[in-house]
C-alpha cells in the first residue's frame, strides 16, 4: 500500500511542529470560511435517474397553423423531434485524512467542518461547469433543424460601462421575446465587478424609471424583467481538458450570459454526499465527499452571451 498525506491539524501553514496550533484549554469558538454555494444548480434543468449512464431530454419543435377552407380534409402535420443526451461523469471526490493523534489533541470538532468544506468544493466545481456551458449554449446550434440557435451579442464596453451593461440586458430580454422564450424565470449571471457597477448604477435603481434594487444594500434585482445573479464562476480564460469536451471553451472576452432554466440541464445518479471511515491501519479517519452528476446544453435559443469582443 502506498502512504497517504496527512492534513495536520496542529502545523502552522503545513510547517513546523505538527502540534504548534493546538491550545492547551478552548478558547472560543473558531471562525470558519464562508463557503461559496452552488447559484447554477438550481436555476437550471435537473433529473436525477437511479441507475444507467446518460438520460435522454426530449426536444420538441414548434407547431404550424393555417387557416381551414370548408370541405378540405384535415391531415394533421409533422412537428420535429430531436434530443439531448446528457451522460454522467466519472465519480467526482473530494478527500481529507484525519490523523487520530491530532484529533485527540484538537480543542474543536473538525470533521464536520472538514465535510462542509469539501462539499462545498465540490458544489463550486459543478456552478463552474454549469456556467462554461450555458455560455457555450449561447454560442451552439437549436436541436431542431430550421430554428434559432442562441445568440452572442457585442459590444466592447460591456465589462467598463453599467449603462452599456444594462443595455445589453435588455437586449438579451429582447433577444428572448424575438425567439418566443418564456418570460417567467430569465436570469443573467454577472461578475461581481459588473454586479456592483449595476448596484452603483442610478439609472438602473431608480424607482422613478420602475428601477428594482437598493442602493443602500448594494442589490440590483431586475432589469427588463431579468433577474440579475452574481456569480465568481462565470468563465473568463480559456478552458481545455475537462471531463467532457463540450465543457471547454474560450471565454476571454465573456461578460454576461442570459439564460432561462431549459438552456442546461443536468442529470444525478449519485447526489451529493459525505462519508467516514476510520482506518485502524493508518491510525486515522478518511473523510470523503462525492458525486456523480453530468451537465449538458438542451435548448440553445434560451441562452445570450454578452460579449465584450469587437468583431
Not at 3 to 28: C, E, H, P, V, Y
Not at 58 to 69: D, L, N, S
Not at 113 to 139: P, W
Request: glycine letters at 8%.
Amino acid at each position: 500500500m502506498t502512504d497517504i498525506t496527512a492534513s495536520r491539524l496542529g502545523m502552522s501553514n503545513a510547517t513546523g511542529a505538527d502540534d504548534a496550533l493546538f491550545l492547551k484549554k478552548w478558547s472560543g469558538e473558531v471562525a470558519t470560511l464562508f463557503d461559496e454555494k452552488n447559484v447554477f444548480l438550481p436555476l437550471t434543468t435537473v433529473r436525477t435517474i437511479e441507475n444507467g449512464k446518460s438520460a435522454s431530454f426530449p426536444i420538441i419543435g414548434r407547431a404550424t397553423a393555417y387557416y381551414h377552407t370548408p370541405g378540405n380534409e384535415l391531415t394533421g402535420q409533422s412537428i420535429k423531434h430531436a434530443e439531448r443526451v446528457i451522460a454522467i461523469d466519472r465519480l467526482l471526490v473530494s478527500p481529507v485524512f484525519i490523523a487520530l493523534i491530532d484529533e485527540a489533541k484538537n480543542h474543536y470538532d473538525v470533521r464536520s467542518k472538514y465535510a462542509a468544506k469539501c462539499a462545498a468544493e465540490l458544489a463550486i466545481k459543478a456552478d463552474k461547469v454549469l456556467a462554461q456551458l450555458l455560455v457555450n449554449a449561447a454560442r451552439a446550434s437549436n436541436a431542431i433543424t430550421g430554428e434559432a440557435g442562441g445568440a452572442v451579442l457585442k459590444k466592447t464596453t460591456y465589462a467598463t460601462s453599467s449603462d452599456d451593461l444594462a443595455a445589453g440586458i435588455v437586449d438579451i430580454a429582447r433577444v428572448f421575446d424575438e425567439k418566443d422564450v418564456d418570460e417567467g424565470g430569465r436570469y443573467v449571471a454577472v461578475r461581481p465587478l459588473q454586479y456592483y457597477g449595476l448596484a452603483s448604477n442610478t439609472k438602473v435603481l431608480n424607482k422613478d424609471w420602475n428601477g428594482a434594487g437598493s442602493y443602500s444594500d448594494g442589490k440590483v434585482i431586475k432589469i427588463a424583467d431579468v433577474t440579475i445573479v452574481k456569480s465568481n464562476h462565470l468563465p473568463s480564460t480559456a478552458i481545455t481538458g475537462s471531463e467532457q469536451a463540450a465543457y471547454d471553451g474560450v471565454f476571454t472576452d465573456t461578460v454576461a450570459v442570459g439564460f432561462t432554466e431549459d438552456a442546461v440541464g443536468t442529470v444525478k445518479l449519485l447526489d451529493l454526499s459525505s462519508e467516514g471511515e476510520y482506518q485502524i491501519n493508518r491510525q486515522g479517519t478518511l473523510l470523503v465527499s462525492k458525486y456523480a452528476m453530468g451537465h449538458g446544453i438542451l435548448r440553445a435559443e434560451c441562452a445570450v452571451e454578452l460579449s465584450k469582443s469587437a468583431t
